[in-house]
């Protein structure tokens, strides 16, 4: 059947739904996913969620985002998108990306280069409102029209004729949930224009004017972490109960005495772990205590409130929110005194304190930061540990976090480490700066809302699914075990749930771990191998 | 001298607006950084790599490569690079169209010479003009004939591929069919009736020596006039991506200046905090600066 054309002004015609999802139109994947029965059932809504929540876009749900009840309700919220766009281009309100975001609102030339670098667009089948340009583009029609001078008079001949009414901002609302912010269109563009940052600026003006956001981010996210020390939920009396069970664990599994060194003051190293870690993957931190203490490295953890969680979700969506979490972060590492901060295997983490936060923190505060892959590459490289390669004997690949790669230039140091410790590892294609997203960046790992972990797993986490399988293709048959090193948390959760929905461990034998549970496999001096396979779990 | 007067007037526009462009973005605020990797100023890390992959890294001393950046600004401003990889289909006419314009900028740019040459005293026929007044020649010619076809293709794919269709504007049409028309109309007059552009020439040296200016063809005004009008209007247009593409790379993308501890940074970041914000969101209080609502406990 023939997909109906979307236009840009579409945007703003009230209906039941813009696009209706097919599977039977997404990129094929590679075997064994290559007929379209091999694709999962896509959850529907139901007629109630249909009728309480804005669903017009794609019958996906992100933001669960109520429909006002009355014109009034809706001519209010219409009129604070206006006035929150006007914010976004004030140096008072949006100094933070002003600049990026002027350009990126006056340079788009619509020569449409980016559109294929985005895996979203492409995994879909192309949608055309999954393209970059589309909701930038309705932002910038709003903006030349509604905020520019002379903006109605010209708006025909400009192309600028659109209505904003609630139609259009609750359409873009959740259109600016169907982003990964992996910034692949903004390194394609011919002009340097960035139609990532526009999804991370509606975002903004949806939170920071309009107080409209996921509740996985805003108020069980980053205010949960600000209240209760963390968006886990984990409140510092439980992560010491938490870490006593890990040092337990380790015990049980190598025979190893470690005790996690917990706010020792002067230590040469803060190491701060996505707290999720702690409760989802806890042989992620107990790895990284195993190599710390091998290593003989002065460091601690804080159980400080916000200080054991590295996440920062304001990084997605709130730059009020960003300020707020990486300070504190800053603050405790000065309190304890430490020499530098080391985050563990979260990429949006590495991103917000090290990269964008750079330029919150100042004084006393500006404690370096660093990426735990650059120490490991020491540990590893310089024969700190006793390591045999041949304890990771499995088909490996490597998946690079957005965050960390593309987004910071920490490309090699996990790629040296693996090459010394696992002999079949392969890179997948294209990899490195070039990598695409897990699917689940920006939020929407964490994000369960209604049918939203189904487009994620078969939308966003498609390209992703396909680089992995065609990164295995030699050795697909499920006998062979493979694993897949996912250096971020937030990653780690994007593959797991694709893996899940694909049932990928039992149809390609394929399985996920972080980078430091392959250091410690490959460590002579632990007895039992380190990593465990789903069938021994 | 009307004509003239539109081509001092178009010369003003130009230069007045694009200095305010530029004083517009160069004077915005210290923004958080949102570099994107590879940074070709990365030394030794063409793969994509930066300062962050060194151990220790706020040890060790700023490394920046202007070669890098230099390799990587000169295929992309002359031949497009960025299109010719990401883009092929729009490559064969965005290059051409790029190309031809920059070749009539140095057509216009030997025009001058040619005309401070002349107005200096040098005769006619003399071997440095004459060098001058052929490259002229070359620049011109191929510049109108690369231009058009470049701007033809241009317009073919706005209105036939539908990727470009559906985001196309009339005012895109209207300005790929202005510069059609100034390059055909440059092609006019030099097959009709100026093949050495020496008319062309003296036209600007009328304009260096506000000396009035007689015995241009129909299509050589037609010409001067456009291409005037052109001048003027540019800098309202999106056509100045030539100011943006400064600040994307350089104060954008490529912006990875470190904000060390007493650092010119850090005084701008210590500035921009205190700026009063207004957002209305419930967990933001209005009118509070920035380092006030970023250090205030959250209820």
């Known amino acids: 059947m023939k997909r109906q054309t979307i236009r840009l002004k579409d945007i703003s015609k009230s209906s039941e739904q813009m696009v209706e999802l097919n599977p039977a139109d997404f990129m094929r994947l590679p075997y064994p996913y290559d007929t379209v029965d091999s694709e999962p059932a896509f959850k529907q809504l139901t007629e109630e969620q249909k009728k309480k929540y804005e669903?017009?876009?794609?019958?996906?749900v992100a933001l669960s985002l109520p429909r006002p009840e009355t014109k009034a309700e809706e001519d209010e919220l219409v009129r604070k998108f206006l006035s929150g766009l006007g914010k976004l281009l004030t140096k008072e309100n949006n100094w933070t990306f002003l600049q990026p975001l002027s350009l990126t609102l006056e340079y788009c030339a619509k020569c449409q280069t980016c559109n294929d670098a985005c895996p979203i667009y492409t995994g879909s089948g192309k949608q055309e409102i999954y393209r970059p340009t589309y909701r930038s583009e309705i932002l910038r029609m709003i903006y030349n029209?509604?905020?520019?001078?002379?903006?109605?008079?010209?708006?025909?001949?400009t192309g600028n004729d659109i209505d904003?009414?609630?139609?259009?901002?609750?359409?873009?609302?959740?259109?600016?949930?169907?982003?990964?912010?992996?910034?692949?269109?903004a390194q394609t563009c011919p002009m340097g224009v960035d139609n990532g940052l526009v999804t991370h600026e509606l975002r903004k003006l949806f939170s920071q004017e309009m107080g409209i956001a996921p509740i996985e981010l805003h108020s069980s996210g980053s205010m949960k972490h600000l209240k209760d020390g963390s968006s886990t939920g984990l409140i510092p009396v439980a992560l010491k109960d938490t870490v006593e069970f890990l040092e337990d664990d380790i015990k049980d599994r190598t025979g190893l005495d470690i005790k996690f060194p917990m706010d020792k003051e002067g230590a040469d190293i803060l190491l701060i772990h996505n707290a999720g870690e702690f409760l989802a993957w806890p042989e992620n931190p107990m790895a990284f205590a195993i190599i710390f203490e091998a290593a003989g490295l002065n460091w601690t953890l804080s159980s400080q409130s916000i200080g054991y969680d590295a996440v920062n979700y304001g990084l997605w969506y709130d730059d009020v929110q960003l300020a707020r979490v990486a300070l504190k972060h800053a603050q405790i590492a000065k309190e304890l005194g430490v020499k530098k901060i080391v985050i563990g295997e979260c990429g949006h983490a590495h991103k917000a304190i090290s990269v964008i936060a750079d330029r919150v923190i100042t004084g006393e505060l500006n404690i370096p930061r660093e990426s735990c892959m650059t120490l490991l590459e020491d540990i590893v490289l310089n024969g700190k540990l006793n390591l045999d390669p041949k304890r990771n004997d499995f088909p490996v690949t490597l998946h690079d976090p957005c965050n960390l790669v593309r987004l910071m230039g920490v490309v090699k140091p996990q790629r040296n480490i693996l090459n010394k410790i696992c002999p079949q590892f392969r890179e997948m294609e294209p990899h490195g700066v070039k990598n695409y997203c897990c699917g689940g960046g920006s939020g929407f790992a964490i994000m369960p809302s209604m049918n939203f972990p189904d487009w994620r797993s078969s939308v966003s986490g498609r390209m992703k699914f396909k680089q992995i399988l065609d990164a295995f293709q030699d050795v697909i048959d499920p006998n062979i075990r493979k694993m897949v090193c996912a250096p971020c948390s937030n990653c780690k959760g994007g593959i797991r749930e694709i893996l899940s929905y694909y049932d990928a461990w039992e149809k390609t034998g394929i399985a996920y771990t972080g980078l430091v549970e392959f250091i410690v496999n490959a460590m002579v001096?632990?007895?039992?191998?380190y990593i465990e396979w789903p069938d021994e779990m | 001298m009307l004509l003239q007067l539109l081509s001092y007037v178009a010369f003003m526009v130009f230069l007045v607006v694009v200095l305010a462009k530029v004083v517009k973005y160069a004077r915005m605020p210290l923004h958080l950084r949102w570099e994107l990797y590879p940074i070709p100023h990365e030394k030794g890390r063409e793969y994509g790599g930066s300062y962050f992959e060194e151990l220790?890294?706020?040890?060790?001393p700023v490394e920046k490569s202007l070669i890098g950046e230099i390799k990587f600004m000169i295929p992309e401003i002359l031949f497009v690079r960025g299109v010719y990889h990401d883009n092929r289909k729009l490559w064969y006419a965005s290059f051409p169209f790029h190309f031809g314009i920059y070749l009539v900028i140095g057509w216009l740019a030997l025009l001058f010479v040619g005309a401070l040459v002349n107005i200096a005293g040098l005769p006619s026929v003399n071997p440095i003009t004459t060098f001058i007044q052929?490259?002229?020649?070359?620049f011109g010619a191929v510049g109108f004939v690369v231009g058009s076809i470049g701007c033809l293709g241009l317009l073919m794919l706005r209105t036939f591929d539908r990727n470009l269709r559906h985001f196309a504007a009339p005012k895109d049409y209207f300005n790929l069919l202005f510069i059609l028309a100034i390059f055909l109309t440059g092609l006019l007059s030099w097959t009709s009736s100026d093949p050495s552009f020496e008319v062309s020439r003296d036209y600007m040296k009328s304009l260096i020596a506000f000396s009035p200016m007689t015995g241009a063809s129909p299509s050589l005004t037609a010409h001067i006039a456009?291409?005037?009008?052109?001048?003027m209007y540019l800098p309202f247009t999106q056509m100045t991506h030539f100011v943006a593409k400064y600040f994307t790379w350089h104060t954008v993308r490529w912006d990875d200046e470190r904000n060390m501890r007493g650092s010119a940074i850090e005084a701008r970041v210590g500035k921009v905090l205190n700026y009063k914000q207004n957002w209305s969101a419930p967990h933001i209080k209005s009118g509070d600066s920035w380092a006030t609502i970023a250090t205030e406990e959250v209820e």
């Open chain 2, 226 to 231: 456009l291409l005037s009008l052109f001048i």
């Open chain 1, 55 to 60: 669903v017009s876009v794609d019958g996906v």
């Open chain 2, 134 to 138: 052929s490259l002229a020649v070359i």
């Open chain 1, 145 to 157: 029209k509604y905020l520019k001078r002379g903006g109605k008079a010209l708006a025909k001949f």
């Open chain 1, 525 to 529: 001096d632990i007895g039992e191998p």
């Open chain 2, 56 to 60: 220790d890294w706020w040890k060790k």
């Open chain 1, 164 to 185: 904003l009414n609630w139609t259009t901002v609750a359409r873009l609302a959740e259109l600016a949930y169907r982003c990964t912010l992996c910034r692949r269109c």
